[in-house]
């Protein structure tokens, strides 16, 4: 939990007093849930808005219902959404910031200097833009849900001032999270606004400690993941023999001593990688002169065998 600052009318010793009577139960899966969400949400508005954001959790902090919404920029587009089954509200935030710069993005001010933008009024087309951006923010937390309690958080009503939006009673714990959005040379931030109350019906699974896992909602990510490892560069080192040699005869080793390897050109030479056996292979050789290996047995277990090739050279 984050401790808030002092208030102006408040001492050191009220704002302690305040804190621990405002100490909400820390809800660890779905923190794990929010971090998926920062990388499930970076294909889906790369196709919204042909650019790939970085996302930065910029701070997740638990605080009662009132405190949160006060922090939130007046005026932004305030997206209140329905969770179905559970039968409460939650808020997606897109403030002027964000709002602008994907707007100038999509209507082709990429190489234009980012303008300062003036607190005013929204259009419609600028409300339609901002909706859109809450419901691609909230479809991917439906998604990130989907292994713990499945859930559909449908957007019906938009609102730019935080006071009228109640979401649950002034005292309510709430998590507040508040992402920065960067698209090369412009920024923008969003606000997903949790009240415990929300979340009734999987508070017991939220609360309960990460034990790692996987889940569906980062298969865009994984699939990412997979194709940079594909293109990684590892080195393979061959381990002709190991022997165990007493620290004084080697000691004594001087150059045109032979050692014996206790091997013939059968002996199979172990691939490795990292200190970690790989692979069994054969000595060979190529058409142009190279010493070559040939793979003969994976020492790795079945379900990482894939990849390994039927002949490979290294130097």
């Avoid at 922090?71 to 897109?94: K, N």
Wanted: aromatic share 6%; proline share 7%; charged share 20%.
């Amino acid at each position: 939990m984050t401790m808030t600052a002092t208030r102006p009318d408040e001492t050191l010793e009220e704002t302690m007093i305040r804190e621990a009577r405002e100490s909400f139960e820390r809800l660890p899966t779905l923190e794990i849930i929010i971090d998926r969400l920062l990388l499930a949400l970076v294909p889906d508005l790369k196709s919204y808005c042909t650019i790939a954001p970085e996302i930065d959790l910029i701070s997740l902090d638990y605080m009662p219902y009132e405190d949160a919404m006060e922090t939130v920029t007046t005026p932004s587009l305030i997206a209140i959404a329905a969770a179905d089954p559970w039968d409460s509200q939650v808020a997606c935030v897109i403030e002027p910031d964000l709002l602008f710069s994907v707007l100038e993005i999509m209507l082709g001010g990429r190489r234009a200097s980012p303008n300062e933008w003036k607190p005013r009024g929204l259009t419609a087309i600028e409300q339609k833009l901002g909706r859109r951006l809450a419901e691609l923010c909230l479809n991917g937390l439906s998604s990130c849900f989907a292994e713990i309690s499945p859930v559909t958080f449908n957007t019906h009503t938009l609102e730019s001032n935080p006071r009228s939006v109640l979401l649950a009673p002034p005292s309510t714990a709430t998590l507040r999270v508040r992402l920065c959005l960067n698209f090369e040379d412009r920024n923008g931030h969003m606000t997903l606004i949790l009240p415990y109350g929300a979340l009734d019906e999987v508070s017991a699974q939220l609360a309960q400690p990460f034990l790692g896992g996987r889940s569906g909602a980062d298969s865009s990510s994984r699939r990412e993941m997979n194709t940079q490892i594909s293109g990684t560069n590892v080195t393979v080192t061959g381990v002709l023999r190991e022997l165990t040699v007493p620290l004084h005869e080697v000691l004594n080793w001087a150059p045109g001593d032979i050692i014996d390897l206790g091997m013939t050109q059968d002996t199979p030479v172990v691939g490795m990688v990292n200190a970690k056996p790989m692979f069994e292979a054969s000595f060979g050789q190529r058409s142009n002169g190279a010493l070559a290996l040939r793979v003969i047995h994976s020492l790795l277990p079945k379900n990482k065998e894939e990849g390994i090739a039927d002949a490979s050279s290294f130097d």
